[in-house]
């Protein structure tokens, strides 16, 4: 069975002669892919270019003013309010045969009675509503509510559609009208078959369209669970890539485009950056990579690959070069392959292209699976010498992230590589860990209830709920679910791309604290019960049933937008806070702000032994390139590209610098400092700078 991200269209393949994409989220969020799209779109012959189509859950003024606003080429024709209003561009009227199918068994008065007897919705503002679409905001809904209200509307004798989507958006509409029907009556007015369209989106209140029969269609990466979840019959090509840029990419896969567009350079003054941003860049270095700092990357790209093949061993990756470091006491745990550190240097090195290395990424999930114990856990390690796994790390502690790792670096092998015989060998095995990981929501409600130092920052003092734990909770779920559709097993997949969005919400209700008011009936946790504290501009650490951590977990937060937890919106936030305390100052990036002081209730008597956790040590805020790597995707992803590359620029630098030598890649360094310390050639430091590297586009100068 092929692989459903790389989906090849049926042949004979007719031509496109019309594309629909959704807007928000989709053509719109990422600045700098919505002016490619424009270049790549514009590009197409005119007498060829297919009918362009917006189809948004927008108000028509409301998409037209943000059609003004924006980079994109003008559409044929706009499809708005969820599929309530076509309207015709060149004629700028509202195509009236389609409006007047919508009044049939449609009362919009009597459909607003309904929604308030039976929900807790809270109607949205007034410019989201139309004669043709009642709009709610409704968090957190279950199936069964859902449900109900489409039984009470049909029970009232109403021919309703209900459409609802990111987990608050809840829209009413006439039985006719959803962005699939609008789209299939809109092809059948124009002569155009459903084979001969091109679709894209990100959230639910897409699907329809991708329901259309042979209709192709593009998921873009930051799509919502709720469309992962609707399309796993569909088969979709899966973008790896968000907003306009994934839908590129799906434009190439299906031959619409034959290359992807160049991109542009970064203008701090234009409008299509928020205030905030437009201030940052401007006094950051924004300025193209000059000819010898080109040169330099490349040479640090292949110094990279040098130190990560110092990595390799008949078992796997290992966490450091063996050959070049001392190891004793507690540190000869080196001498292993490691869970998060394997499965890490597995995803960051995936796109190399280099047997040896592609021979070893197998092997270190194997060693890993293979030494999986019989109720599930994924072990902390697995010793190179003795090949004795090992099940927690120092103090005896279990190592959580291990296996939700080797969870996300299973499906990134299996679809970057499609190899099928490894997923169906390996399949088991990983529903065990994910049984095992689950075992850890001991209160249902969604998340894992970590121990004490119970990940990566195995000597720091994060307990209960930790976001780092949680995103990876989530990006798991979405792993071991799209692993089970690339094996036909679509209806367990639904099921964990269905608690994936569960996990989401619950994350961005309980680490997002806000004085907004929230509705009646959504659920109250310890962090909005303490609304009045005011609100944040990240993801917070650590939440606990009596306390919340207020301190910025800069990875944690990194890998929430990267792995689509956190929308652009509050991503943009987050990099103006973590920019504005000088996280990456003096290189990318230290892993918490602000550092936890002696005194601090946070501190901990253990943070002294070997002095490793002292302010701007090892966890507590040191230095860590791996992350650093992470912080450059992160911009990058930003629409900020040029920006992007200046930190890549310094990430290399510093991993240019080493104790004994150049090019040493090490485990971390001083926040203070910069000075390197830790192990010598770490091999997430090198992986992860490859992808980042990879991500930047970097390779294009070699």
């Given at each position: ?14 031509p496109?002669?019309?594309a ?6 989709t053509?719109l969020g990422k600045p700098?892919?919505?002016l490619n799209?424009q270049?790549a ?6 007498d060829?270019?297919p009918?362009?189509v917006?189809?948004?859950g927008r108000m ?7 059609l ?6 003008p559409?044929?024709?706009l499809?708005c309010?969820?599929?309530t209003?076509i309207?015709r561009?060149?004629?700028q009227e509202?195509?009236?045969e ?10 919009r008065?009597k459909a607003?009675?309904?929604v308030?007897q039976t929900t807790?919705?809270?109607p949205q503002?007034a410019?989201?509503?139309s004669p ?7 968090h ?5 509510v859902?449900?109900?209200l ?7 004798g ?10 608050r ?10 962005k699939g ?8 007015h124009?002569?155009i078959s459903?084979a ?11 699907a329809?369209m991708?329901?259309l029969?042979d209709?192709?269609?593009i998921v873009v990466?930051n799509?919502?669970?709720e469309?992962?979840?609707?399309v ?7 973008a ?5 840029d994934g839908v590129?990419?799906?434009m190439?896969h299906?031959?619409?485009i034959?290359?992807?567009p160049a991109p542009t350079?970064e ?6 950056f ?7 860049l ?16 490349k040479?640090?790209y292949?110094?990279?690959?040098e130190a990560l093949?110092k990595?390799?061993?008949p078992?796997g990756f290992?966490?450091?070069s ?5 190891v004793r006491?507690?540190?000869a745990?080196y001498r292993?392959?490691?869970g998060?550190?394997?499965?890490i ?10 047997a040896?290395v592609?021979e ?9 699976l293979s030494?999986v114990s019989?109720n599930g856990q994924?072990?902390a390690?697995?010793?190179?010498d003795?090949g004795l796994p090992?099940y927690?790390?120092?103090g005896g502690?279990?190592a959580i ?5 080797v ?8 679809r970057?590589s499609?190899d099928?015989?490894?997923a169906?060998?390996?399949v088991g095995t990983l529903?065990?860990?994910m049984d095992?990981?689950a ?5 249902n ?6 121990p004490?130092?119970g990940d990566?920052?195995?000597?720091f003092?994060?307990s209960?709920?930790?976001l ?8 798991a779920?979405?792993a071991f ?7 036909g097993?679509s209806?367990?997949a ?5 608690r994936s969005?569960t996990i ?8 997002w604290?806000?004085t907004a008011p929230?509705?009646e009936?959504?659920?109250?946790s310890f962090?909005?019960m303490q609304?009045?504290l005011g609100?944040?501009?990240y993801l917070?650490a650590q ?5 919340f ?6 990875y944690?937060n990194i890998l929430?937008?990267?792995f689509?937890v956190?929308?652009?919106?509050r ?5 103006r806070?973590?920019?504005?305390v000088?996280?990456n100052?003096?290189?990318p990036?230290?892993n918490?702000?602000?550092v936890?002081q002696?005194?601090d209730p946070?501190?901990?008597?253990y943070y002294t032994?070997?002095l ?9 805020g040191g ?5 650093g790597?992470?912080w450059?995707?992160f ?5 900020l ?6 930190e890549l620029l310094k990430l290399?630098?510093l991993n240019q610098r080493?104790?004994?030598g150049d090019?040493?890649?090490?485990e971390w360094?001083?926040?203070?400092t ?6 010598i050639k770490?091999a997430?430091?090198?992986?992860e ?11 294009s100068?070699f």
């Amino acid at each position: 069975m092929p692989d459903a991200t790389e989906t090849s269209p049926a042949s004979p393949v007719l031509p496109i002669r019309l594309a629909c994409f959704d807007l928000d989220g989709t053509l719109l969020g990422k600045p700098d892919a919505t002016l490619n799209f424009q270049r790549a779109w514009l590009a197409l012959p005119e007498d060829t270019r297919p009918v362009l189509v917006y189809n948004t859950g927008r108000m028509l003024a409301d998409s037209l003013r943000q059609l003004r606003r924006t980079d994109l080429p003008p559409p044929d024709y706009l499809i708005c309010g969820v599929g309530t209003l076509i309207y015709r561009r060149e004629t700028q009227e509202v195509v009236q045969e389609f409006s007047e199918i919508m009044s049939g068994g449609w009362n919009r008065a009597k459909a607003v009675e309904v929604v308030t007897q039976t929900t807790h919705a809270v109607p949205q503002p007034a410019h989201f509503q139309s004669p043709f679409k009642s709009s709610w905001y409704l968090h957190h809904a279950s199936a069964e509510v859902i449900d109900g209200l489409r039984a009470a509307l049909e029970t009232a004798g109403l021919q309703a559609t209900v459409v609802y989507s990111s987990d608050r958006d809840l829209d009413v509409l006439p039985m006719l009208a959803d962005k699939g029907n609008s789209l299939d009556w809109l092809l059948n007015h124009l002569g155009i078959s459903t084979a001969e369209t091109l679709v894209a989106g990100d959230t639910g209140n897409d699907a329809a369209m991708f329901h259309l029969e042979d209709v192709r269609g593009i998921v873009v990466e930051n799509a919502q669970p709720e469309l992962l979840e609707a399309v796993l019959t569909t088969r979709p090509y899966m973008a790896h890539a968000i907003c306009a840029d994934g839908v590129l990419l799906g434009m190439k896969h299906f031959g619409l485009i034959q290359v992807l567009p160049a991109p542009t350079p970064e203008d701090p003054s234009h409008t299509r950056f928020t205030p905030e941003i437009q201030q940052l860049l401007q006094q950051a270095p924004t300025d193209e990579l000059k000819p010898e700092e080109v040169e330099f990357l490349k040479t640090a790209y292949q110094k990279a690959v040098e130190a990560l093949k110092k990595n390799i061993t008949p078992m796997g990756f290992s966490a450091c070069s063996l050959a070049e470091n001392e190891v004793r006491g507690t540190d000869a745990n080196y001498r292993s392959v490691w869970g998060r550190d394997g499965a890490i240097t597995v995803i960051g090195c995936m796109s190399l292209e280099d047997a040896e290395v592609a021979e070893c990424r197998v092997r270190t999930l194997e060693t890993l699976l293979s030494n999986v114990s019989p109720n599930g856990q994924i072990p902390a390690n697995v010793n190179i010498d003795t090949g004795l796994p090992d099940y927690s790390g120092v103090g005896g502690i279990c190592a959580i992230d291990s296996g939700l790792w080797v969870v996300i670096a299973a499906y990134e092998h299996v679809r970057t590589s499609k190899d099928l015989p490894f997923a169906r060998k390996w399949v088991g095995t990983l529903q065990k860990a994910m049984d095992w990981l689950a075992a850890h929501d001991s209160n249902n409600d969604g998340l894992l209830e970590i121990p004490e130092a119970g990940d990566w920052t195995d000597l720091f003092g994060r307990s209960y709920n930790v976001l780092l734990d949680e995103v990876l909770w989530y990006r798991a779920n979405i792993a071991f679910g799209r692993l089970l559709e690339m094996l036909g097993v679509s209806g367990r997949a639904g099921d964990y791309v269905r608690r994936s969005q569960t996990i989401k919400a619950v994350i961005m209700q309980r680490f997002w604290p806000s004085t907004a008011p929230v509705p009646e009936a959504s659920p109250r946790s310890f962090a909005d019960m303490q609304y009045s504290l005011g609100d944040t501009s990240y993801l917070l650490a650590q939440v606990t049933p009596f306390a919340f951590n207020w301190r910025c977990d800069v990875y944690g937060n990194i890998l929430a937008f990267l792995f689509n937890v956190m929308d652009l919106d509050r991503a943009r936030h987050a990099f103006r806070f973590m920019w504005g305390v000088g996280v990456n100052d003096p290189f990318p990036v230290a892993n918490l702000y602000p550092v936890v002081q002696p005194g601090d209730p946070d501190w901990r008597p253990y943070y002294t032994v070997n002095l490793l956790n002292l302010p701007g040590h090892y966890h507590n805020g040191g230095i860590w390139p791996y992350i650093g790597a992470a912080w450059v995707r992160f911009v990058n992803r930003l629409g900020l590209r040029v920006l992007a590359r200046q930190e890549l620029l310094k990430l290399a630098r510093l991993n240019q610098r080493g104790v004994l030598g150049d090019w040493e890649f090490n485990e971390w360094a001083h926040a203070r400092t910069g000075n390197p310390m830790g192990k010598i050639k770490q091999a997430w430091s090198a992986s992860e700078f490859l992808l980042a590297c990879e991500e930047l586009e970097i390779q294009s100068h070699f």
